[in-house]
């Protein structure tokens, strides 16, 4: 169940990349956070895995969609409504999941911040200065990837800040590609 004005999974194959991904991982007694969490499928999977789950969003209704769902399924996720890691400053992370938003263009919403990055890939700018301050050594950074995004700009971003992208997982579907990512 994902509520209207919530990014839901059914929108694209990468979520689903991302999900099997995960379930290959020993997420018991980790603590995970999936930033941008939108429906939280991978908070709550994470949950079901053992894990202690932080789900963050910048839209309001993410947050309480993800705790209802978890509630309902006996979990426990908390959820924070912050922009990146904000609101997260002092929490510590075994593995961070990422499935952001790629497509160059200026959200008008928060719907739209699912989807667009800024002109200027301003999400990822953002997003890095945030993990260019973490141990990449300790905390697993993980991010899914379209081949329908602009790989050479954000990596160019990445490498700014002092960090770098090594692909991990790979799927080959017919009208894409999708790469998880470490970060580090």
């Known amino acids: 169940m994902v509520q209207p004005g919530v ?6 194959i990468s979520t689903k990349v991302f999900l099997d991904y995960i379930t290959s991982l020993d ?14 499928i991978l908070s709550i999977q994470s949950a079901f895995q053992g894990a202690r789950v932080t789900a963050s969003d910048i839209n309001p209704k993410a947050i309480d969609s993800v705790e209802i769902i978890a509630k309902k ?7 924070v409504l912050s922009d990146l890691l904000e609101k997260l400053q002092g929490h510590e992370f075994d593995y961070i999941f990422i499935n952001p938003p790629y497509y160059p263009k200026k959200p008008h919403n928060l719907e739209e911040n699912a989807w667009f990055c800024g002109e200027n890939f301003e999400f990822f700018q953002k997003m890095f200065l945030h993990f260019s301050g973490i141990d990449t050594q300790k905390v697993k ?3 899914i990837l379209s081949d329908a995004c602009d790989l050479d700009a954000i990596t160019k971003i990445a490498k700014a800040n002092q960090l770098q992208l090594k692909e991990v997982h790979r799927v080959q579907l017919t009208f894409e590609v999708n790469s998880i990512y470490r970060i580090a």
């Open 7 to 12: 990014f839901s999974p059914k929108n694209t």
């Open 73 to 79: 399924q006996g979990l426990h996720v908390l959820g």
């Open 141 to 143: 950074l993980l991010m």
């Open 27 to 40: 997420l018991h007694q980790k603590s995970v956070l999936e930033l941008g969490c939108g429906s939280g």
